[in-house]
């Protein structure tokens, strides 16, 4: 471990309890084979911009998953806020995973439909009503918030176009604007510019980075770019060996110290 303390916020001062606690997790896909990782543990301040790093199969995505319980950890705890996640249930553990707007690789728009239609969609993760189907019988209020979310990705504009007219970067920022209307207060997003050309990878990061700036948004990202673990992150976790080997603030860290992570 290079760093325990690593990478309180440089912009912005944590205030109260962590935004996420990992504590000594561990999981194995299959009984008799190695842990994926063991006894991970760590502990991300409100408004902090972590990156996830290593080598493929180092169980990055697991680690996300893990933490939303999406993939059931064997063993250890995942705390959002003062809230254990671990243990929660049916509706309660539903409640608890809508305060992360999770964003993948590939975004999972509905093509034929219209970009506010998708956004829409986002509202479904709080409120199952069919009225978030369509555009065109949203609730006025439901209509505000999504154009505002819109908004934060630099795409109100576009709002009445059709997704699959759309580039792959604003694409994307259509899954984060969808992601945002379930008011999160972390974001996950795993590998989010890995099928992005280099602008359009970069434009995506900033818009991450400004919400976690802007509003104070937690957020974890996996990236095999380590220029953007630097420059987008605050504090970069580094998957090794079945174990996070590294813990650090980005600020300490250089490229070719991170290639380290994939020896
Ligand atoms: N659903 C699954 N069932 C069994 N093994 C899995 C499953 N998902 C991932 N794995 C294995 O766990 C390891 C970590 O995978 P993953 O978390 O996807 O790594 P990364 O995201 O770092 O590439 C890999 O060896 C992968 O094959
Ligand atoms: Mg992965």
Not at 239 to 249: E, I, N, V, Y
Request: glycine fraction near 10%; charged fraction near 15%; include cysteine.
């Amino acid at each position: 471990m290079t760093s325990i303390n690593g990478g309180v916020a440089n912009h912005a001062i944590p205030t109260g309890e962590p935004a996420l606690v990992v504590q000594d997790l561990s999981k194995t896909y299959r009984a008799g084979e190695p842990p994926v990782w063991s006894n991970v543990s760590f502990s991300v301040p409100r408004g902090q911009r972590v990156a996830i790093i290593g080598g493929n199969g180092a169980g990055k995505s697991t680690l996300l998953r893990c933490c939303m319980r999406l993939v059931e950890p064997d063993a250890g705890e995942v705390y959002f806020g003062a809230h254990k996640i671990t243990g929660l249930r049916g509706r309660a553990l539903s409640r608890a995973r809508a305060q992360v707007g999770f964003v993948f690789q590939k975004h999972n728009l509905v093509h034929r439909l219209s970009v506010l239609t998708n956004v829409l969609h986002g509202g479904l993760a709080q409120r199952r009503s069919p009225r978030l189907w369509f555009q065109s019988v949203a609730p006025a209020t439901d209509r505000r918030k999504a154009l505002s979310c819109l908004a934060q990705v630099n795409l109100a504009p576009l709002c009445g176009r059709r997704t699959d007219e759309l580039s792959g970067g604003q694409s994307q920022r259509v899954a984060i604007a969808r992601a945002l209307m379930q008011q999160p207060t972390m974001i996950f997003a795993d590998e989010p510019v890995a099928s992005l050309d280099p602008q359009a990878g970069e434009d995506v990061m900033q818009v991450f980075s400004d919400l976690a700036q802007a509003q104070g948004l937690t957020l974890v990202f996996v990236t095999h770019h380590l220029e953007h673990a630097l420059r987008y992150a605050d504090r970069v976790l580094g998957l090794q060996g079945g174990r996070l080997a590294l813990d650090a603030p980005t600020a300490n860290q250089s490229i070719a110290g991170l290639r380290g992570m994939y020896a």
